[in-house]
């Protein structure tokens, strides 16, 4: 898996009767047969669940879990040409299946419900996919908040001895909780390749979820045409695996989005290498810095100059754009504007002003100080940069 490969679709199948999309129970007796469908149908992965993680199920035992789970299992074990994944919370779950063949644990609480599943993991060697969560799944709220919590989980897994190559991460798209309003996940589709940060195998599990639902307003078994749509944006902003119901639509999908999407650059000679790193906000900023083993006081001094932006502002008068020019000079940043307002032969001009998100602050606590309407400008370029990150904002309309 990587940039350099196309995307994978993880079937998905549901022996939880409770699950929220009633299209996709199997019974155990039927499970071989769905399982065979989906790889001629370009599954390379196989996600099996016995335990529904939809908000209003009903909860059920460990033990039950488990007598659900096994009989399918078994019946898949050598018998399908995909890699066996097992959504699972729970330990000695999880060492069960893998026991009888999984290849893969899917923890939707990234570590958090059982703490002895790290332990499992790092013990038997085998890939899992962790989803950004704090107490409980898929509880971060905004890309900001998943981000930090699958930084907290990758570094409590690397502790505990599980190889950091063998996390896949899923940033917990979906109605986790009662807070998770379609903003979040809206958020965390838009900026989806924010995750390529921890230079990880990325995955997406969006299928049929409730903000598709909102969005269109249609139940589950009619969500079809969105989900493949957020499957192509997710594919071409950096997913590697997407998780779905419906594997034949998906895999063309995810065919075409794959080829859409750019190879980032990658330059290799020797024992040297140069990549270009896309970095949109300074957290991420501060997390590739402590991964290459930068202090985390150091890269809090660092990460803000670390994204670069400019902003178009308009109608200035030559006299404003002059000084905003001479100001962002000042502090390392430029600013372009009329060849006219240079030699004082216009009143007014638009202006780019390009710089550090450092810079840009530098610059407006500076104009605040100055006469004409530059408070005012100044008080203008703080929220157009923070509308970036605001999400009533950015999805609210």
Request: glycine share 8%; with cysteine.
């Amino acid at each position: 898996m990587g940039d350099q490969y196309p995307a994978h679709v993880m079937g998905v199948i549901n022996v939880s009767p409770e699950s929220f999309y009633k299209g996709s129970i199997s019974s155990p007796e039927s499970a071989l047969e769905i399982a065979r469908k989906m790889v001629d149908d370009g599954a390379a992965f196989l996600d099996l669940g016995a335990r529904s993680t939809w908000l209003f199920a009903e909860h059920i035992s460990r033990k039950e879990e488990l007598e659900r789970l096994l009989p399918v299992l078994e019946a898949l074990e050598g018998n399908v040409d995909a890699v066996i994944s097992v959504d699972t919370m729970f330990s000695e779950i999880a060492e069960e299946a893998l026991k009888r063949g999984a290849d893969v644990i899917n923890d939707v609480s990234g570590f958090t419900a059982d703490p002895r599943m790290i332990e499992v993991v790092a013990d038997h060697g085998c890939p899992a996919v962790v989803m950004a969560s704090n107490k409980i799944p898929g509880d971060p709220l905004g890309m900001d908040s998943i981000i930090e919590a699958l930084d907290s989980i990758i570094q409590a897994a690397e502790a505990g001895g599980v190889v950091p190559e063998s996390l896949i991460l899923d940033p917990a798209i979906g109605r986790w909780t009662e807070e998770k309003l379609p903003k979040y996940d809206f958020e965390t589709l838009d900026d989806f390749e924010r995750l390529k940060i921890f230079e990880k195998p990325l995955l997406a599990a969006l299928s049929r979820k409730s903000f598709i639902g909102d969005v269109l307003g249609k139940p589950a078994s009619e969500r079809l045409y969105g989900s493949l749509a957020a499957a192509a944006i997710a594919v071409y902003k950096g997913a590697h695996i997407i998780r779905t119901h419906d594997v034949p639509e998906t895999s063309d999908v995810i065919k075409l989005s794959g080829a859409l999407r750019s190879r980032t650059s990658v330059v290799k000679e020797g024992r040297y290498e140069v990549s270009v790193l896309e970095v949109k906000t300074p957290q991420d900023a501060g997390i590739a810095m402590r991964n290459i083993g930068a202090t985390r006081v150091g890269s809090q001094v660092m990460q803000g100059k670390s994204i670069h932006i400019m902003l178009k502002i308009r109608n200035l008068t030559t006299t404003e754009a002059l000084i905003i020019k001479q100001e962002m000079l000042a502090r390392g940043g430029d600013a372009a504007l009329a060849r006219d307002a240079v030699s004082h032969e216009t009143e007014t001009t638009d202006v780019l002003v390009m710089g550090t998100l450092l810079q840009f602050g530098r610059l407006a606590r500076k104009l605040e100080g100055q006469a004409r309407s530059l408070p005012v400008i100044a008080e203008m370029i703080r929220e157009c940069i923070s509308n970036r990150t605001n999400l009533e904002y950015r999805y609210l309309r």
